[in-house]
């Protein structure tokens, strides 16, 4: 799973780090944290976000799919995440805000998933468990039965 770092503008408020103890990134990635936790638990997770330096670059090569989530300010990092795994011949999904508001502008993406979590994301969660592997062709999966 994996949170592209924001591109700098005045709503990051980085420049307020300073004045803060400790304080080192903006918006915690509660979406991508609360998928982690719904995925069954023999799945291995991982869960990158890229506004802190990676200590290991080699990591996208492992095995399996990707998740990734952003805000539309991220699109340009979104894309180059998919890019990279797609290097490597793995699927990648997207979920959030972004795709859900405008699923077109992330044409790259092997799945989009648009909407809250619910049917979307167990049908998401089967197809990637039955294949790993990229579609032949990009998958649109929109929440019809929100999560409870």
Same mark, same amino acid.
């Given at each position: 799973?994996?949170? @592209?770092? &924001?591109?700098? &503008?005045?709503?990051?408020?980085? +420049?307020? &780090?300073?004045?803060?103890?400790?304080?080192? #990134?903006?918006?915690?990635?509660?979406?991508? $944290? %609360? !998928?982690?936790?719904?995925? @069954?638990?023999?799945?291995?997770?991982?869960? =990158?976000?890229?506004? +802190?330096?990676?200590?290991? @670059?080699?990591?996208?090569?492992?095995?399996?799919?990707?998740?990734?989530?952003?805000?539309? =300010?991220?699109?340009?990092?979104?894309?180059? !995440?998919?890019?990279? #795994?797609?290097?490597?011949? %793995? #699927?990648?999904? !997207?979920?959030?805000?972004?795709?859900?508001?405008? @699923?077109?502008?992330?044409?790259?993406?092997? &799945? %989009? +998933?648009?909407?809250? $979590?619910?049917?979307?994301?167990?049908? $998401? =969660?089967?197809?990637? #468990?039955?294949?790993?592997?990229?579609?032949?062709?990009?998958?649109?999966?929109?929440?019809?039965?929100?999560?409870?």
């Amino acid at each position: 799973m994996r949170l @592209p770092r &924001y591109t700098s &503008y005045f709503g990051t408020v980085e +420049h307020a &780090y300073p004045l803060t103890d400790g304080v080192q #990134a903006f918006m915690p990635p509660q979406g991508l $944290l %609360l !998928i982690a936790a719904y995925l @069954p638990a023999n799945w291995p997770v991982r869960f =990158i976000d890229e506004k +802190h330096p990676c200590r290991h @670059p080699g990591r996208l090569r492992m095995g399996g799919s990707r998740v990734v989530s952003g805000r539309h =300010i991220q699109r340009q990092q979104m894309n180059d !995440i998919c890019r990279r #795994a797609h290097a490597f011949d %793995l #699927a990648v999904a !997207i979920g959030g805000p972004s795709v859900s508001a405008c @699923p077109g502008l992330l044409s790259s993406f092997d &799945y %989009l +998933h648009v909407g809250e $979590l619910g049917d979307a994301t167990n049908d $998401l =969660i089967a197809r990637l #468990a039955r294949d790993p592997s990229r579609p032949d062709q990009q998958m649109v999966l929109k929440t019809a039965i929100a999560w409870r």
